[in-house]
């Protein structure tokens, strides 16, 4: 992990990310950073392969994502996040919000953080390599599976 110091504050905003050409998920509980994670270091967690198909209105899209269960990611920080919050606001690069509730993170099998597809990096906004994306395995719809994810806030 990246950072678990919740006195240091981090200034990067989606614009900056881009700027500088890489990723970071920023996760924060009640306004404070709590952890933070590069591609890197999620990368380091136990991966996981994931088949699925994603139903949208531009039709019907195959994947085979490598990811990591955001439990997992949760856990590496404080194992009682889990506890203590209800609900996690996604947020992707390009500032689109979706939410979820913990009790989805705790479904065995249901929410990751994926960095590949087919083996492949995911792609950045700017259509570089090294991108995150939020997948949840119970919901074949895909409304909620930011893209491009720069931050978590536990509500």
Not at 85 to 110: A, C, F, R, W
Request: net charge neutral; proline share 4%; charged share 20%.
């Amino acid at each position: 992990m990246a950072e678990t110091n919740p006195e240091k504050k981090l200034f990067f905003n989606s614009k900056t990310i881009l700027a500088l050409g890489f990723v970071l998920l920023v996760i924060k509980a009640g306004g404070t950073t709590v952890g933070s994670f590069t591609l890197a270091d999620i990368r380091q967690l136990p991966a996981v392969e994931k088949k699925m198909t994603i139903h949208s209105s531009q039709g019907n899209t195959e994947h085979d994502f490598t990811c990591v269960p955001l439990l997992d990611v949760l856990n590496s920080i404080d194992p009682e996040l889990t506890l203590r919050y209800e609900k996690i606001l996604t947020k992707g690069v390009d500032n689109y919000t979706s939410g979820l509730n913990m009790s989805e993170v705790l479904q065995p099998d249901n929410v990751y953080i994926a960095y590949a597809d087919y083996g492949k990096p995911l792609k950045t906004k700017t259509g570089r390599e090294g991108s995150m994306r939020l997948i949840i395995c119970n919901d074949v719809y895909g409304q909620r599976f930011a893209m491009w994810l720069v931050s978590l806030e536990l509500q």
